[in-house]
């Protein structure tokens, strides 16, 4: 290891964790926000706003099911949403 500081940490066994103060949620869209992050940065003041979508209960069952059709989907996830990907 390099004698840089975070090595040393590492090396003596110590670790430091920096808790940063919690953050108020955006009072538009209500996201979870980081400290010190802007208002404009989740959904610009408000300017911005997603429709809210109802999967259809076919969507819903090969998530959460525990069938064989649920199994295939889960299996193949990446597959599925790469043939969605542009």
Request: aromatic fraction near 12%; charge should be positive; proline fraction near 3%.
């Amino acid at each position: 290891m390099s004698g840089g500081l975070s090595a040393r940490y590492l090396a003596s066994g110590e670790s430091r964790y920096v808790v940063l103060p919690k953050a108020p949620r955006c009072v538009y869209c209500k996201a979870y926000k980081f400290y010190r992050e802007t208002v404009n940065f989740c959904c610009s003041a408000g300017a911005v706003s997603l429709a809210e979508t109802v999967l259809p209960e076919y969507l819903v069952g090969l998530l959460i099911g525990r069938d064989a059709d649920s199994r295939e989907f889960h299996d193949m996830i990446r597959t599925h949403k790469n043939h969605f990907a542009l």
